[in-house]
């Protein structure tokens, strides 16, 4: 089983910054894929940025050139910087890993951090 620990969120002015961090624990597998979804009041859960372990990374059109995605050498902790906040931004994000072991793959969430962009 995994752990997903979510940090960082809070309220931002617009145009501000904020910086998410979400540590995975237990029995984690190095091939993966961790990142990033969120979901704002009555929309539905949306991805904002994932990484593989293989190092690549995919940021949903509403976020890239503001939000960057990154981790530790271990893959066991990643990051999403924020920049350039808009009201927009606004929702619930929460911390998503898939562990692919042999020929199975395992999903893992976080409790999700509140971000609210507001002046």
């Known amino acids: 089983q995994v752990q997903l620990e979510e940090s960082g969120g809070g309220l931002v002015q617009p145009g501000g910054s904020l910086r998410l961090s979400c540590a995975a624990s237990g029995s984690i597998s190095d091939v993966y894929v961790m990142g990033w979804y969120r979901q704002a009041p009555g929309k539905q859960r949306e991805l904002v940025a994932l990484?593989?372990?293989?190092?690549?990374?995919n940021y949903a059109d509403s976020v890239k050139g503001r939000f960057t995605i990154s981790s530790d050498n271990a893959g066991n902790t990643v990051w999403l910087q924020m920049n350039s906040l808009k009201p927009e931004d606004t929702a619930v994000y929460y911390c998503?890993?898939?562990?692919?072991?042999?020929?199975?793959?395992?999903?893992?969430w976080g409790q999700g951090t509140q971000v609210t962009v507001s002046s």
């Open positions: 990484l593989s372990s293989g190092g690549n990374t």
């Open positions: 998503n890993r898939r562990d692919f072991v042999s020929a199975y793959a395992q999903e893992f």
